[in-house]
């Protein structure tokens, strides 16, 4: 069974400081998305990375997928309030259709 | 067409009672996901449909749940004799298959979800 594990599951955090959330698995995607989820609404897909080792900046978000493609992470630069949300990271395999979630990383951005 | 569409948005119905839930996937979107997502947990994989054929179902899904996409747009999910522990948000979600036997990255596209209260 393949499982995607997230960390960390909460974090709290003031305005401009920088922080990054992890994604990790033993098994290997072949492409892992990530979404952001506001309450009471569905996930928005922010990211496809394809490539193991592949960085893709999205403004003050840097994502980052693992040479293996079994992990990945993202990086926030100068978190603002906007930035609150749940961050769910999905993993997918080629020719197939089930997409994997993580249980998702909870962050609140404080003014 | 500005993206997937999900109704009710919300619904609160009592124990025992059936419920049945609609998503409007993007229009030229041939895939088509339910998801089951419960407080503090990401989305659980229900149900795909390719087009109108139903090609996956979650074993942990009980035949109280039923789905169809009867002419490949448009699905319904249904829940009969509902239980308190079906109390969650009912997300669908579509995609589509590049053809030419290349597989797209599965990149989904969520509905806003409808959120089940079993009383």
């Known amino acids: 069974t393949q499982l995607l594990e997230q960390s960390p599951q909460f974090l709290s955090i003031q305005e401009g400081e920088n922080l990054t959330v992890y994604c990790n698995s033993s098994s290997v995607f072949s492409s892992l998305q990530w979404y952001r989820q506001e309450p009471g609404e569905g996930p928005v897909l922010l990211v496809t990375v394809v490539t193991g080792g592949e960085v893709k900046k999205l403004k003050r978000l840097t994502f980052q997928f693992g040479d293996a493609r079994k992990d990945s992470s993202l990086h926030i630069t100068a978190a603002q309030p906007g930035d609150t949300g749940l961050y769910l990271c999905?993993?997918?395999?080629?020719?197939?259709?089930?997409?994997?979630f993580g249980a998702g990383t909870r962050l609140f951005v404080k003014a | 067409d500005t993206g997937v569409s999900q109704n009710p948005r919300h619904k609160i119905t009592k124990r025992g009672q059936n419920v049945t839930f609609r998503c409007d996937p993007i229009s030229e979107h041939n895939r088509l996901y339910w998801y089951r997502q419960t407080l503090g947990q990401g989305p659980e994989f229900l149900t795909y449909f390719q087009n109108e054929a139903q090609l996956e179902k979650s074993r942990l899904l009980s035949d109280r749940f039923s789905a169809e996409r009867p002419k490949g747009s448009f699905s319904t999910l249904e829940i009969q004799r509902t239980e308190q522990g079906d109390s969650a948000m009912y997300l669908c979600a579509s995609s589509l298959r590049a053809s030419g036997g290349l597989s797209s990255y599965n990149e989904q596209f969520f509905g806003p979800g409808t959120r089940l209260t079993v009383l």
């Open positions: 999905a993993g997918a395999n080629t020719g197939g259709f089930k997409t994997i």
